[in-house]
């Protein structure tokens, strides 16, 4: 026993080397069970701060005309209304997908009430019926619409676009054409990045090279067209945003802007769409366009590429922090609690002194996130911290109560157990009666 108090310091340095070294190899065996638990749990504390920390603030001008179920079914009707209503008569005529004449008239309801832009977060990719109206139109409104794509990533990234009737090949390199892809994170298939241009060396896993194709997504489309094309980050990679608040692009039934009841109390008469950016996309489960993001599992794409315009136009962009920093704040953690528990030598204290730093560390985590964007390196910084000191404080428990033990056993051999349990439970009643008791008294 003398030789385990000879060597505390050293043994509690080897308890906090080997927790600090199991959250330290945990960084590079991301898929291995245990190991990985606390930095697959930072992802989760950092989506915690998305959803309760600071939001990006919502842009006043940009709506969204959601195809909702009731769109896609449409209210009672009476044979009138209809009649004298030609995109209820497309739309009655077959189910979803319409006639694209649809579309031609939508846009220009839109623009004969003001607007700044139209976005599609569609694939027009099969010819369909009305696609020399809806042609005209896209010419006619050229720099003021814009239409989705895709790379199918299943599919050697095949580009599906727009077909030559309504755009003419290549439509990537129109500016009426973005891809709509977001690329989730490979550990949980969250959104968290948005990536605003992408080459086509990128997509098929080669090298950079100066003859590389640069494509825009339909977000970096918009913003080039509104004017903000120096808000739009310049790298081929993902960029994590700052969401805005949950609510903040709701949808509105897309039938409405067609129904004059709706145009006239809704929307004052077209006047609320004056230099408005309007999105046209999915709102309905029936249709599936739905993203898992931090903020809400089924986001619908539309509303991500309004986020990911929301964040380029405020410079909302999260960092994380780099990792030879995390990997020594992890190192500095496990030292700080060898340092507490060697030399404080006061378990409560200690235990305060703990919780007092853990608190102090997650508060200056959201100030950093909200101040700056950055996501401080938070689960295995304390999880080395609160490891660390926690088991070198239950090693401190055990020396304690072997050597009381060990006493125990010594000084029974010469004493009553009765004065042996006073000694060692209550040793300052004991040592004050030692040296006797304080009596007044008067001399005669």
Known sequence: MHGLSRHRLLILASICVFWTGVIFLGHFFTTTPF????????????????????KTATPRDF???????????????????????RAFQLMTEQPF????????????RLFAAGARLVMFDMIFSPPNDGDPAFHAALDHYHDKVVLGANFDMENAAQAVTPNDAL????????????FVNFWPDPIDGKIRAATYRVTDRQLADLPAHPSQEIYESLSARALTKIGHADDVPPNFRGYMIRFTALDAFEPRPLYEVFDPKFWHANYADGAFFKNKIVMIGSSAQVTHDVFDTPMNPATSGAVLHLQAMAAALGHQFLLPTPSKAGLTLVLLAGFVAWSLIAFLRRPLLCLGALIMIAAAYLGAARLFYDKSGLLLLTVPVLCALILSGSFSLGFEYALERIEKLRTRRTLERYVSKNLVKEVLENPDSYYSSLRGPCRYCSRI
Do not use: Y
């Open 167 to 178: 755009i003419p090949a290549p439509q990537l390199r129109d500016n009426r054409v973005g």
């Open 97 to 108: 997908p319409w006639s694209r004449e649809v579309w031609a008239l939508l846009l220009d």
């Open 63 to 85: 709506v969204f005309l959601g195809i909702d179920q009731s769109t896609l079914q449409l209210p009672p009707m009476t044979a009138e209304e209809i009649a004298n209503n």
């Open 35 to 54: 190991l990985s638990v606390p930095w697959r749990g930072e992802q989760s504390f950092e989506d915690l701060l998305r959803r309760e920390g600071r």
